[in-house]
Nanobody, 119 residues
Framework: QVQLQESGPGLVKPSQTLSLTCTVS??????????WSWIRQPPGKGLEWMGA???????YNSPSLKSRISISRDTSKNQFSLQLTSVTPGDTAVYYC???????????WGQGTQVAVSA
């Protein structure tokens, strides 16, 4: 049973860094050849792929976010994390982690976590 769960603060102040962690159970994030993504959905908008980290640690980021996004992992904890710097209210969204890549066709998703950017 593969499960993913997002965790982190639900409120971030503008200009600060949004940090989330995805904890994966039932499947090692180092298993070839899977990739692990962060996706978000702002209110009233569609899903947006943010970036991903592959089984070997390689990262791939959306061009629209590449200056602000960093995805990393802790293989000992079977976790991967998202950091989004210099946030604005436009970054308010439900944030998801998922197994899969840019096509958003991943087979396992977390429940999502609401993050509001507000003073």
């Amino acid at each position: 049973q593969v499960q993913l769960q997002e965790s982190g603060p639900g409120l971030v102040k503008p200009s600060q860094t949004l940090s989330l962690t995805c904890t994966v159970s039932g499947h090692s994030i180092t298993t070839s050849y899977y990739v692990w993504s962060w996706i978000r959905q702002p209110p009233g908008k569609g899903l947006e792929w943010m970036g991903a980290i592959s089984y070997d640690g390689s990262t791939y980021n959306s061009p629209s976010l590449k200056s602000r996004i960093s995805i990393s992992r802790d293989t000992s904890k079977n976790q991967f994390s998202l950091q989004l710097t210099s946030v604005t209210p436009g970054d308010t969204a439900v944030y998801y982690c998922a197994r899969g890549g840019e096509t958003l066709s991943g087979d396992y998703w977390g429940q999502g976590t609401q993050v509001a950017v507000s003073a």
